[in-house]
């Protein structure tokens, strides 16, 4: 019994002497072995493990896989700080007033856009967290092409909280677990998505309006690509409604608070991609749109676009073109697409849209195709482009996904 207590002393006593060299000479601190993409793939930060959206990182790790240029900056040597938003965060972002609806909207999200805003995410160097003090503004890793030059830029508020673009809801982003050392950095796990300021000056406005839809969707990424070359540098004139097409397509309808020059909701004309696995705007027809200059894009895009505002280009005042029936009250004019009927873009008086009613099938399953041509000369049959999808609505007009582009 004696030997027992002995024992027991003598193991607290080597306890308190290790206790003690810690106090005076310092411990080391358990070894840190994990980059950064494998920490945020570990248990730790599962859903399945914590039972908490607000520090788990599963949706992130989802996106993350998709982008191997991402992926490298997380399995490279050079240090990064990360900051990962919370399967929460992405949640919150589904919420925003605007935001597609869809459960799976943001797998249906535009790749690029999405790829723009992790990268944003990503500092170069290793700050802890008690080194984000008050001011401190950060280069990401993400630079706009058709921004300036210098990178998008995060800033620490006074509180120590994150200002990402000034037009996002949540402008006071906090860190809800700071520290997380990887061999290549660290990661602070976020309370929400943060967008970079040029894609925020673009992105909020657009949501819920025809813009959002167009923008935001990986079905017309070719498309956004020619929008968003045409409208880099474009100087504007509000009295000559010279604006961006992103502007126009982003414009709220007239109201006696806030007028507009979109008197009462606009329709687009949208080629995507592809429809299933045949081409229709491809990368390459997009790249052959903006080789003919910023004044070319622009005027394809205006040819695709028709604006309820009173002009020469528009004699008949009217916006809004449906496939199916107007609403019973319609104070905005909405008009149905009728045979022969003549549709005039803001690309100006010399170009008209010909609307042709024929029996819906598989080719043009909404039973209306459309073209265009110069003058007021009919185009021929071969030249109408079948409205595949017709009245995707928005807050502020239509927007029909076509089979072709109107040239």
Not at 92 to 98: E, F, N, Y
Not at 321 to 328: D, E, F, K, M, N
């Amino acid at each position: 019994m004696n030997r027992r207590l002995f024992s027991i002393a003598h193991y607290a006593a080597i306890v308190v002497l290790v206790a003690g060299l810690c106090v005076v000479g310092g411990c080391d601190e358990p070894e840190v072995q994990l980059d950064i993409k494998s920490l945020i793939e570990s248990a730790v930060f599962q859903q399945a493990t914590t039972n908490d959206a607000a520090t788990a990182l599963d949706t992130l790790v989802y996106y993350i896989n998709l982008y191997p240029d991402l992926e490298a900056l997380m399995t490279g040597s050079v240090a990064h700080t990360f900051f990962a938003p919370s399967n929460a965060a992405f949640q919150k972002l589904k919420t925003t007033t605007g935001f597609p609806t869809n459960p799976d909207a943001l797998k249906l999200l535009n790749k690029s856009m999405v790829a723009n805003v992790l990268k944003y995410h990503f500092s170069e160097g290793k700050k802890m967290r008690s080194e984000l003090t008050a001011g401190l503004v950060l280069d990401s890793k993400f630079t706009d092409p058709l921004a300036a030059t210098a990178p998008q830029k995060i800033t620490v508020n006074g509180d120590g909280t994150l200002k990402a673009s000034p037009l996002a809801a949540n402008v006071a982003i906090a860190i809800k677990i700071a520290d997380a050392e990887a061999t290549n950095g660290v990661v602070h796990v976020v309370e929400a998505v943060m967008v970079p300021p040029s894609t925020g000056e673009v992105l909020f406005p657009s949501l819920g309006q025809v813009a959002g839809g167009i923008i935001l969707t990986e079905s017309f990424s070719n498309l956004t690509r020619v929008l968003q070359y045409a409208d880099a540098g474009f100087v504007e004139d509000q009295v000559q409604l010279k604006l961006k097409v992103t502007n126009w397509l982003a414009m709220p309808t007239n109201t006696t608070a806030v007028p507009t020059a979109n008197l009462k909701g606009i329709t687009f004309f949208a080629p995507p991609n592809a429809a299933g696995t045949t081409p229709i705007f491809t990368k390459e027809k997009a790249d052959a749109v903006i080789a003919l200059g910023k004044e070319g894009a622009r005027n394809f895009l205006l040819n695709h676009l028709v604006v309820d505002t009173p002009s020469p280009n528009n004699p008949q005042e009217i916006g809004q073109y449906i496939v199916g029936t107007p609403p019973a009250s319609n104070p905005d004019m909405i008009t149905k697409f009728a045979q022969g009927q003549s549709i005039y873009p803001l690309r100006g008086t010399a170009k008209r849209i010909f609307v042709n009613i024929v029996q819906a099938s598989l080719t043009v399953p909404t039973g209306v195709e459309i073209s265009n041509a110069i003058d007021s000369t009919p185009p021929a049959p071969t030249s109408f482009k079948p409205i595949l999808l017709g009245d995707q609505k928005a807050k502020n007009g239509y927007y029909h996904v076509i089979r072709g582009a109107l040239e």
